[in-house]
């Protein structure tokens, strides 16, 4: 049973291009959280995703940052006109009752 | 949620039992604790989670002061591999909801 998947693992990007992060689920769990961890910082939620709904933004900066979880494929995560402050990294999770798994995380670094 | 107030770090020598304290002052009735480790920059890795009972698995033990103000984890032979930032956080429905991080314990197992 695979664990949590996330592509790409570093992602470079150039000041006002977008990224795109993806995150497949464990088998079977269809709750899909976004962390942000800033470097030195702990953990910071952001979004938690059911398939085709956001249940809770409450941690996602209201403008350039949007998630999705179609009910087929991969949840997204997508910062447009990336900004230096966005280099971190973001995890995501995924769960199926109690705890949550956690994927490998993408490096985002903007330049 | 609670906010918990864990120590910056500790140290233990390998093969002894690092216990690692938080506190939660202002948990509610109905708010689990719950503890993970981040394994330098790997995801988040579940370690165990209560209620008010002490709990056990493969990896720890749990301990919940009776008023359930704190709680401790207990490695009980500490390895190598178990040198960690360890997070003790809460989560009130004990079930797919958004974790909150702060800074964690830095856990340093030495030979």
């Known amino acids: 049973n695979a664990g949590v998947m996330q592509n790409p693992r570093h992602l470079v990007r150039r000041r006002g291009q977008e990224a795109r992060l993806r995150c497949s689920p464990m088998k079977g769990h269809s709750h899909v959280y976004w962390y942000r961890q800033l470097p030195e910082e702990g953990l910071k939620f952001m979004v938690y995703l059911q398939k085709e709904n956001i249940i809770d933004e409450s941690g996602m900066p209201k403008e350039r940052f949007s998630a999705e979880f179609p009910k087929e494929g991969p949840s997204i995560l997508r910062i447009q006109q990336v900004v230096r402050g966005d280099s971190a990294a973001y995890f995501c999770?995924?769960?199926?009752?109690?705890?949550?798994?956690f994927g490998p995380g993408t490096r985002l670094t903007v330049t | 949620d609670a906010k918990t107030t864990q120590p910056t770090s500790m140290d233990c020598a390998e093969g002894r039992a690092a216990n690692l304290p938080c506190n939660h002052s202002t948990i509610s009735g109905n708010e689990y604790v719950y503890w993970y480790r981040q394994i330098h920059s790997q995801g988040p890795q579940y370690i165990i989670h209560g209620l008010k009972n002490n709990e056990t698995n493969e990896m720890a033990s749990l301990i919940i002061t009776e008023d359930r103000k704190s709680s401790t984890l207990i490695l009980p032979h500490a390895t190598l591999r178990d040198t960690a930032v360890y997070y003790c956080?809460?989560?009130?429905?004990?079930?797919?909801?958004?974790?909150?991080f702060g800074k964690g314990i830095t856990l340093s197992v030495r030979p």
């Open positions: 999770a995924s769960s199926a009752k109690n705890e949550q798994y």
């Open positions: 956080t809460t989560d009130s429905t004990g079930a797919n909801s958004k974790l909150t």
